[in-house]
Every structure is written in structure tokens, then in C-alpha cells.
């Protein structure tokens, strides 16, 4: 049995404020969806709809750093 290929995309917001973070939040899953499109896909919308992602949320100097991916994403070693 093949394991199913993980995939995971980031984009950044210059803004510590939630509010703030729907650009970034859209960028990253449109990443996310173009690595998880096959090659003759024009469809994004229908390859994220009904999918289950994981999200997390970093602190970055000056804003935060927002990963979405298709397997849970684990915190950095200390």
C-alpha cells in the first residue's frame, strides 16, 4: 500500500493583528491546492472543497508565518 504524498504551503502576513491575515491565509491554500492539483487541473476550487487541512499559525518577527497542509505539521525541536 502507497502512503498518500503530504504536501504543505506557507505564506506570510507583515501583521501580528488576525484581522489581517485573510491574504496570507488565501495565498497559502492556493499553494496548497496547486501542489495538490494534477497537471491538467483547472479546477482549484473543486480539490480543497470538503478536504480536511491543518493550519497552524507561527510568530515571525513583525507578524506571523501561516502553513497549511494536508498531515498534521509538527512544532520545531527545542
Not at 19 to 44: K, N, Y
Not at 55 to 66: A, N, T, W
Request: hydrophobic share 35%; glycine share 6%; no cysteine.
Amino acid at each position: 500500500m502507497t502512503e498518500p504524498e503530504k504536501y504543505s504551503a506557507t505564506a506570510e502576513s507583515s501583521s501580528m493583528d488576525p484581522h489581517d491575515w485573510g491574504r496570507a491565509m488565501a495565498l497559502a491554500l492556493t499553494r496548497l491546492a496547486e501542489q495538490v492539483a494534477p497537471g491538467d487541473s483547472d479546477d482549484i476550487h473543486a480539490l480543497v472543497v470538503g478536504r480536511n487541512f491543518h493550519l497552524k499559525i507561527s510568530d515571525e518577527p513583525g507578524g506571523v508565518k501561516i502553513t497549511v497542509s494536508t498531515e498534521p505539521i509538527p512544532d520545531p525541536a527545542p
